[in-house]
């Protein structure tokens, strides 16, 4: 049934007759699998993509790069609570590399997310460093291009 997840991943909105056809398994059984995967906390939850350039909102979106001190006997997963659990943050990852957290958030205003990481995120006992990157323009989010722009066929005719 990972074929079913794929799917319901690209577009959550399909019914269970459309998802029964694309991976030929009958309609009850699509709908119990759905629902067993929601029980199982493998789905978990459904959203819609928005492009909300579309609609002149002046959203800020923020990647920030997060140093901690893993605490003794929890690492990291004590910390990464902390801030997942604050309701300006969209996304929490741990990575690998330079820096042990990706926190990503959306401010109405430079000046808020600014204020966010300053006396929210970087005050916090186990935060070492952070550095903030802001998104400028999204092409492509979860497999979704936002504009696919129109492919030009004229041919070029010289004479």
């Not at 059984?29 to 939850?45: L, M, P, S, T, Y």
């Not at 300006?88 to 820096?99: D, H, K, P």
């Not at 958030?105 to 903030?132: H, M, N, Y």
Request: proline fraction near 3%; include cysteine.
């Amino acid at each position: 049934m990972y074929q079913l997840l794929e799917i319901l991943e690209k577009n959550g909105r399909l019914k269970d007759e459309e998802l029964a056809v694309m991976t030929g398994k009958d309609p009850n059984e699509i709908r119990a699998k759905i629902e067993a995967f929601e029980k199982d906390n493998i789905i978990v939850g459904y959203s819609a993509l928005i492009n909300w350039e579309k609609i002149n909102t002046e959203n800020v979106t923020a990647l920030i790069e997060v140093k901690v001190t893993p605490q003794r006997g929890e690492g990291f997963d004590k910390i990464a609570e902390r801030i997942y659990r604050f309701p300006e943050v969209n996304a929490c990852y741990l990575m690998s590399g330079s820096f042990d957290l990706t926190v990503i958030i959306v401010g109405r205003t430079l000046k808020e997310v600014a204020l966010f990481v300053a006396e929210r995120l970087a005050p916090l006992d186990s935060v070492q460093s952070t550095a903030t990157h802001f998104v400028l323009k999204k092409y492509k989010d979860q497999g979704t291009i936002f504009e696919d722009k129109p492919k030009d066929d004229r041919e070029a005719i010289f004479i």
